[in-house]
C-alpha cells in the first residue's frame, strides 16, 4: 500500500543577485505546505537576471539575455550554502529534501534538473547530456528533463540522448506551460525568448519513440514560494516520506504531475500501478482509475500509444445529488485588491474563520501563491491568516484553501474574512459562488487616497474596483468530483502498447498519470 505526497522539483534559487534570500526561509516556506521539495539551484548567470522578477514577467528595457556559468568561487560559495540549508531543514517522515540543481549544458541538448540521494553531492560543469549522464550514472542521481517542447537544440528536449534510468520522468507542466504535445492541446507560450514550442520535443513524440518515461509536473519556479499553486505539483505514491521510499517511487515511475489542484489519481491493472512494464495479457486488460478531484470533474481521459480512445464524462451529474449527499468540497481565495499602477499600498493582512454547524471540516488543502499564510483547523472551525502584496492582485488565482465537509444540504457554514460574515447552508453555497468586499473601507481609501466622496458619483462601480476582495466558490457534492471507472482496451491486439489517463476539472486544472506499458 502507498501514500500519496505532493511536492516541488524545480524550484530555482540563486538565480538573481539578493542579498536578503534565506535558503532556511526559503525551506520552512515550503514545508508549510508541502511535503518534498528537489532544489533547482541556479548555477548561471545573465546581465538579464536581477532581484525583483524574471526577465519573461519584466516589462521594463531589457540587457540581452546571454547565460553563462557563473564563477567557480560564486558556484562553490552558493551550492555549498545550499547543501548546508538542506541539511539542516531535511526531516525524515515530516519534510524530505533532496539537493540539486539546474543544468542546461551548452543548451542544446534540453534543460534537466538534476538531484540527488545524498547530503553532499558534487556540481558538475559540463556541456553536453552525454558527459552529464556519463558523471551522474555513478551517484544516486537523477536528471529530469523540463519545458521538452521548445525548439530542439535551443532549449528544448532532443530526444536522440535519453537514458530512461537516469531520467525516468519529465515535467509535463509548469509555469512554462504544457509539452503533452500539438495533438492534446499542450503548448508552452508564456516565455518569449525561448517559445513557440514544436511538438519533436513534446511527451507525445517521446512515447511514439517507445522511451519508458513517466510524468511530473513542478513550478520551475522563480517566485517566493516553492509548490505556488497553479503553476504545477509533482505528485508521488510511495511507501512512506522518506528520501529512499520516495527515490524508489521516481525510479520506478510511481509519479505524476498537476497543473495546481492536487488530484488524487489511481491508475493501475490488476494491482500494478502507474509506471509499472508488465507482460502481455492473453486477453483484453481491464484499467482502473479512481480520481478525486477538487472541481467537477469535465473528463477522464484514456490514452493509448498517444491516441485518445476513451473519455468518461460527469458534466450533467449531480444536478439533483446535493440533497442526497453526505460530503461535499469547497474553495475559498482572498487577494484582490486594488492594482499597483492605481495606487501604491503596503501588503495586505488578512485574518478570517470559517465555521461548520451540523457537519465538520475533515479535511483541508492549501491552495497558495504567496508566503506568510497560515491556518489551524478543528472539525468545526477553519483559522486562518495571511499576507498579500500588489504583485500578485492581477493573478487568475489567489490564495486559498480548498475544505472537505462531511454533512447535509443543511449544514450551515459562515464565513468571517476580515470583518465581513457570509452565513449559508451548503445548498444554497451549491448555487453558485459570492464575492465578500467591505464597501466601507473602499470608500474610506478613495476619499483619503484621492479626495474623492465615490458615493456622490454618478457611477459607483469605482466602490467594488477599489476594495478588496474574497471569493467562496460553490461547493459541490462528491458525486462530481469522485470517479471510479474501469477502461477496458477493447481493440486489444496481443502486441506491445502504452496506456496513461488525463484528468480535466471544470476549472481548467488537469492531472496526468504517468503510463503503464505492455510488452
Known amino acids: 500500500m502507498y501514500n500519496l505526497y505532493w511536492g516541488d522539483t524545480h524550484d530555482n534559487t540563486h538565480q538573481a543577485p539578493d542579498p536578503d534570500f534565506s535558503m532556511d526561509r526559503h525551506l520552512r516556506a515550503a514545508a508549510a505546505h508541502l511535503d518534498f521539495y528537489c532544489g533547482a539551484y541556479y548555477p548561471y548567470t545573465s546581465p538579464a537576471f536581477r532581484k525583483g522578477g524574471h526577465p519573461s514577467e519584466d516589462r521594463s528595457k531589457q540587457p540581452l539575455n546571454v547565460e553563462m556559468w557563473k564563477t567557480v568561487e560564486q558556484l562553490d560559495t552558493e551550492w555549498r550554502s545550499v547543501k548546508d540549508a538542506v541539511r539542516r531543514n531535511h526531516r525524515e517522515g515530516e519534510f524530505v529534501i533532496f539537493p540539486g540543481y539546474e543544468w542546461q549544458g551548452d543548451g542544446r541538448w534540453g534543460d534537466h534538473n538534476v538531484f540527488f540521494n545524498e547530503d ?182 484514456f490514452v493509448r500509444d498517444e491516441v485518445l480512445i476513451d473519455r468518461v464524462s460527469v458534466i450533467g451529474e449531480g444536478a439533483s445529488s446535493v440533497e442526497l449527499a453526505d460530503e461535499f468540497i469547497l474553495r475559498f481565495e482572498y487577494g484582490w485588491g486594488p492594482a499597483a499602477n492605481v495606487i501604491s499600498l503596503p501588503p495586505r493582512r488578512w485574518e478570517g474563520e470559517v465555521r461548520v454547524a451540523g457537519g465538520e471540516i475533515s479535511r483541508v488543502v492549501p491552495c497558495w501563491i504567496g508566503t506568510g499564510q497560515e491556518y489551524t483547523h478543528r472539525p468545526d472551525c477553519l483559522t486562518f491568516t495571511g499576507e498579500t502584496t500588489q504583485d500578485t492582485v492581477g493573478r487568475e488565482v489567489q490564495n486559498g484553501y480548498t475544505l472537505t465537509l462531511k454533512g447535509s444540504a443543511s449544514t450551515i457554514l459562515t464565513f468571517n474574512i476580515n470583518g ?69 482496451d477493447v481493440l486489444f491486439d496481443g502486441k506491445p502498447h502504452s496506456y496513461r489517463i488525463r484528468v480535466r476539472q471544470r476549472n481548467g486544472q488537469m492531472a496526468w498519470s504517468s503510463p503503464i506499458w505492455l510488452e
Open 420 to 488: 465581513i460574515e457570509h452565513r449559508a447552508t451548503v445548498k444554497e453555497l451549491s448555487r453558485g459562488s459570492s464575492v465578500l468586499w467591505d464597501r466601507t473601507a473602499s470608500v474610506d481609501l478613495i476619499h483619503s487616497e484621492f479626495g474623492t466622496d465615490p458615493e456622490k458619483l454618478m457611477r459607483k462601480d469605482v466602490l467594488f474596483g477599489m476594495a478588496y476582495k474574497a471569493r467562496v466558490h460553490q461547493a459541490l457534492p462528491a458525486v462530481v468530483y469522485k470517479k471510479d471507472v474501469a477502461f477496458t
Open 120 to 301: 553532499d553531492p558534487p556540481l558538475f560543469q559540463v556541456e553536453t547530456l552525454k558527459e552529464l549522464y556519463t558523471h551522474i550514472s555513478s551517484r544516486r542521481a537523477l536528471a529530469i528533463p523540463h519545458h521538452t517542447a521548445y525548439i530542439a537544440g535551443f532549449r528544448g528536449k532532443q530526444w536522440t540522448v535519453q537514458d530512461d534510468r537516469l531520467s525516468p520522468f519529465m515535467e509535463i507542466f509548469s509555469i512554462h506551460g504544457s509539452s503533452e504535445g500539438e495533438k492534446f492541446g499542450g503548448s508552452l507560450r508564456s516565455n518569449p525568448f525561448m517559445g513557440p514550442d514544436t511538438d519533436a520535443g513534446s511527451f507525445t513524440s517521446a512515447m511514439d519513440r517507445g522511451l519508458k518515461i513517466g510524468v511530473i509536473a513542478s513550478t520551475d519556479n522563480w517566485g517566493a514560494l516553492a509548490g505556488d499553486y497553479g503553476r504545477g505539483l509533482a505528485a508521488v505514491w510511495a511507501a512512506d516520506l522518506t528520501r529512499d521510499a520516495l527515490w524508489d517511487a521516481f525510479t520506478s515511475r510511481r509519479v505524476y504531475g498537476v497543473t495546481g489542484d492536487r488530484i488524487r489519481l489511481h491508475f493501475h491493472l490488476n494491482e500494478a500501478p502507474m509506471g509499472s512494464i508488465l507482460s502481455l495479457p492473453s486477453r483484453r486488460p481491464v484499467f482502473r482509475v479512481q480520481a478525486e478531484a477538487f472541481d467537477r470533474i469535465d473528463y477522464i481521459d
